[in-house]
């Protein structure tokens, strides 16, 4: 066992919230900051700086946890992958860097719950205070935070054909998906500083490094929390294969995400009882809600082939590519600077959702693309890639443990498709995709239906092709939920119910999920829990129009 040392803070868990909550805690000289991450560092990696290069990076074992969920029973029993960073700036450092912040209505939402602070309003100073939006100060914006947030460059050719046929079809060409108006089509906005990945470890973490009241521990497996009586006083983990013990003199703060956070509360007896019991882990603190509740966006895709040689597959002929390359090396720009989004709509379909319902988001590409040559290697093909994406899915799945080992991953079941009303929406949207592409403009875009293909036709068809295809858009959330009620893991301070000087910041907390991509509102939690912890008084509310 390593010498005991004392900290102040203890976090765990360097992702999206964890480099946050470093950064801000130890801005502050006066206080002592230890963060503690599994993985290495994210610099070690070429490919997580390019955007275009995020699919090599994702499921690369060497910077992941390598998950998966179990057998689906309602998704013809397959493993689905649970790709999640382990790396210095968690799942920020390898995701297709969308910022999206979800619906206003999803906020008001937590309020309604009875989680005093978290409105839209109150919220949004947050979200403002933590951006560098490349449109400047506004009501909806911030101009000067650490997380920059890049204007997409259109397809001067597709989007105005996809925007023509949106608006044809009775949807609003938006200026900003964040301001006073949120549902229709627009172009998507990225986390990327000037043509490379913003995570938070390169915009919040990196910059707080040379502090030297913030130390950085990576290769550090957390093992259990420490306590004594019912508060929380420090963390036990693995460096280099030996135990160490960090003392936390103020609070331990759990930053894992929707799938280790709750692990280690199990593995440190605060879970449900019974079942910690029967994996001969001892109950500390009987809390039924950890690792329950858990959501994620499902998703299904759709292709159809290009009406001729007008994708992003000419983007990738070897040589241009190279080229592409040496561009954005240099300059920081050119095709290999951004993610090839040709569109993207937030839809409302069904009239009881508070705010859209689905994310439809139109690639110009194969998922399958890759470099290619004539005489060398045969491209994926000029094709259109569209991602249906339900936002609101009423199936709930959970987080167990497989043991009480904490090297072992945890067990994660989605249950996806288990509500009828998230099949329902997913086959309306295959056929929403049909109906788009047989609309001119887009019609003269795609010249046949390649997935799920013009033969699946019926109700039964479609769902059988949505069972063998179902994935999730890898934005899991909830498993240590806010609530006032008993399935409550933390409360709207985001203290651990009924234990002192232990909190969880990340997207385990939202007791709904976000109608949109987590990771900018995961910065934002963290943004507003760095305020908790420090005893200030909240941001202003927005005085909205």
């Known amino acids: ?194 043509g490379r990945r913003a995570s938070t470890a390169t915009r919040y973490l990196r910059p707080a490094m040379g502090r030297h009241n913030l130390v950085v521990e990576t290769g550090a497996l957390a093992h259990r929390v420490l306590f004594d009586r019912e508060r929380a006083i420090g963390v036990e983990y693995e460096l280099n294969g030996e135990l160490a013990r960090a003392h936390a003199d103020r609070e331990v703060l759990l930053a894992g995400g929707a799938f280790n956070s709750p692990q280690l509360l199990l593995l440190s007896g605060v879970g449900p009882a019974r079942d910690l019991e029967a994996l001969g882990v001892a109950p500390l603190h009987d809390l ?91 491209g994926a093909g000029h094709v259109f890639s569209m991602a249906n994406v339900l936002l609101h899915p009423r199936s709930r799945g959970r987080v167990t443990l497989r043991s009480s080992d904490p090297r072992d991953p945890p067990c994660i079941l989605f249950n996806l498709l288990e509500a009828p009303e998230d099949r329902e929406t997913l086959r309306y949207m295959l056929r929403f995709v049909r109906k788009f592409f047989s609309t001119a403009p887009a019609s003269g875009l795609v010249s046949q239906e390649l997935l799920p293909g013009p033969g699946i036709q019926s109700d039964e068809e479609l769902d059988a092709h949505i069972r063998r295809s179902v994935a999730t858009a890898m934005h899991p959330t909830s498993t240590c939920a806010m609530g006032v009620d008993s399935e409550g893991v933390v409360d709207a301070e985001l203290k651990v119910r009924g234990l002192k000087a232990l909190r969880v910041v990340d997207a385990s907390v939202m007791p709904a999920i976000v109608g949109g991509n987590t990771n900018a509102p995961v910065v934002m939690i963290a943004e507003k829990a760095a305020d908790m912890i420090l005893g200030r008084p909240p941001l202003a509310p927005t005085a909205l129009p």
């Open 288 to 378: 039924p809600g950890v690792g329950a509740n858990l959501q994620d966006h499902q998703t299904v895709g759709a292709v159809f082939a290009a009406s001729g040689p007008i994708t992003f597959e000419s983007h990738l002929r070897l040589d241009r590519l190279a080229l592409s390359v040496l561009r954005w090396q240099l300059l920081g720009s050119g095709p290999v600077a951004s993610l090839p989004v040709g569109a993207q709509g937030f839809l409302k379909i069904r009239p009881e959702t508070r705010g859209a319902d689905v994310q439809f988001l139109v690639s110009p590409v194969s998922m399958g693309a890759h470099a290619w040559f004539p005489g060398w290697r045969k």
């Open 1 to 194: 066992m390593r010498a005991l040392r004392a900290f102040d803070y203890v976090i765990v868990g360097a992702g999206s919230a964890g480099c946050v909550l470093a950064s801000l805690l130890s801005a502050d000289p006066s206080n002592s900051v230890l963060l503690l991450e599994a993985g290495g560092a994210e610099s070690r990696n070429w490919r997580m700086k390019m955007p275009l290069a995020w699919r090599d990076t994702f499921m690369d074992p060497r910077v992941g946890w390598g998950y998966s969920s179990e057998p689906e029973p309602y998704a013809d029993n397959r493993r689905i992958p649970v790709p999640r960073g382990k790396v210095l700036g968690g799942s920020s450092s390898v995701n297709g860097m969308m910022y999206s912040r979800g619906h206003p209505a999803d906020y008001d939402l937590w309020r309604d719950l009875g989680l005093a602070g978290w409105s839209y309003a109150e919220v949004l100073p947050y979200f403002r205070r933590s951006e560098a939006s490349w449109r400047g100060e506004s009501i909806y914006h911030g101009g000067s935070g650490p997380l920059t947030v890049a204007r997409h460059i259109t397809d001067e050719v597709l989007y105005p054909r996809l925007i023509a046929t949106a608006e044809r079809l009775g949807y609003r060409h938006l200026d900003d998906f964040h301001g006073a108006a949120v549902e229709g089509f627009s172009a998507p906005e990225f986390n990327v500083h000037r």
